[in-house]
């Protein structure tokens, strides 16, 4: 097997390999993992802001979205996220991850006027006014609120590190009558990827990534890789890419589906670190997947992600995060070291691709986690908190 980053038509050869080929794969990818990032893993200590669960959406597979009125919908108010910006602030975090629901106001009255009521007139708006109250803070704020317009995304690039939007996949076959995406129009490859253009003319840092077992081929994996590294090519704004498994919760549509294999996940992983530009991180949740750390290593990755010791992982509240001392001496075994790094990667760090405004907070942020080293020097409580988070309901 040749060494390298694939081509297209090789992509798609490897996609179909068997069980037999999965070794090598691995052993391929985790070679250009090692020339391009060493035997250093990264993650991003951070809090979580689901500033709305509210979304216009229904994925099938969802279990965080709700209509306004729905048990459990909610719009944070201007008290909880400031309680959770400082909890963070206090605990060392760095990244302030605003991820939300999808055009919310488009599609109800009802949120609308909590908006009203909050003090906004728009989604963008009050993710604008959160981003500059991170930043008070000394965190560096990251969005994920799915498809926004060009114009959302000039006004909260001087107020975010980066930006982001799961491509998750690029078949339209999964929105097709009977799919998962079928009852989520913000979930059409064409509409994602042509945000993931327009990130790109804007130069704003950006992560994105493919989502595995909703029903898509390997082929379609690969087509989805193929797709982001098609737009990494054209515009260099990709900074991550994260390969998530699909896990089954109760009460989805999908909640009898079963979880992707080890094997399954391996193949996803090496396959993006084999199609994927060498300089892109590639990114695997450690809390959906907590026995697989020396899989995953072995498999490509070079970074876990957010890990926040304040906040549940709201996507995913079943998933508690992994205590870091465990995570480090998982990694340690492996033989690697895991370290701690903000939202934005080093080489996004110029005026090319960061407003002005956010060149110091970025510099600042980076000093200070430069100097942690896993795990005698974080907090007490950023090495342990996440153990609350076991029994975070559905
Ligand atoms: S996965 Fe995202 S877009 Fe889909 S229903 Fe859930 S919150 Fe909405």
């Known amino acids: ?212 077992g909703i029903g898509e081929t390997r082929r379609e994996r690969a087509e989805a890789l193929l797709a982001i590294r098609d737009v990494h090519r054209a515009h260099g704004h990709i900074q991550e890419v994260i390969v998530q498994n699909f896990t089954p919760r109760p009460g989805v549509p999908m909640a009898g589906v079963a979880e992707p294999s080890d094997a399954e996940m391996a193949h996803a992983v090496a396959l993006a670190r084999l199609i994927l530009d060498p300089e892109i991180s590639l990114q695997s949740p450690p809390n959906l997947n907590p026995t697989r750390t020396a899989l995953l290593l072995a498999a490509g990755i070079n970074d876990f992600g957010g890990i926040s010791p304040v906040t549940p992982d709201y996507i995913n509240p079943r998933h508690p995060w992994p205590h870091l001392d465990g995570l480090h001496a998982a990694c340690a075994t492996e033989g690697f070291a895991l370290r701690a790094r903000p939202p934005i990667y080093e080489r996004f760090a110029t005026p090319l691709h960061l407003d002005a405004s956010l060149a110091a907070p970025v510099a600042a942020a980076a000093a200070r986690l430069s100097s942690v080293r896993m795990p005698s020097d974080l907090s007490a409580s950023l090495r342990a908190a996440p153990a609350r988070f076991t029994e975070v309901a559905p």
């Open 1 to 212: 097997m040749q060494s390298g980053v694939v081509s297209d038509a090789e992509a798609l050869e490897l996609a179909e390999l068997g069980q037999s080929a999965l070794p090598a794969l691995m052993a391929r990818a985790a070679a250009l993992r090692d020339a391009a990032f060493g035997r250093t893993v990264t993650f991003s200590p951070k809090v979580f802001l689901p500033l709305t669960n509210v979304c216009r959406n229904r994925c099938d597979y969802c279990s965080f979205r709700r209509s306004p009125g729905d048990p459990g919908a909610w719009t944070m108010s201007h008290d909880e996220v400031l309680a959770a910006l400082d909890r963070a602030a206090e605990q060392g975090c760095c990244e302030a991850l605003f991820c939300l629901g999808d055009k919310p106001e488009g599609a109800f009255r009802q949120y609308r006027t909590t908006l009203a009521q909050i003090g906004h007139d728009s989604t963008v708006e009050y993710l604008h006014w959160a981003a500059e109250r991170a930043l008070e803070r000394g965190l560096l704020p990251h969005t994920n609120a799915g498809v926004l317009t060009r114009a959302d995304m000039q006004r909260l690039r001087p107020v975010n590190a980066s930006l982001g939007i799961m491509l998750e996949s690029a078949s339209e076959r999964l929105c097709e009558p009977g799919m998962p995406h079928h009852r989520a129009p913000d979930k059409r490859p064409s509409v994602r990827l042509h945000m993931l253009r327009e990130a790109g003319e804007l130069r704003v840092p950006f992560t994105t990534g493919v989502l595995i």
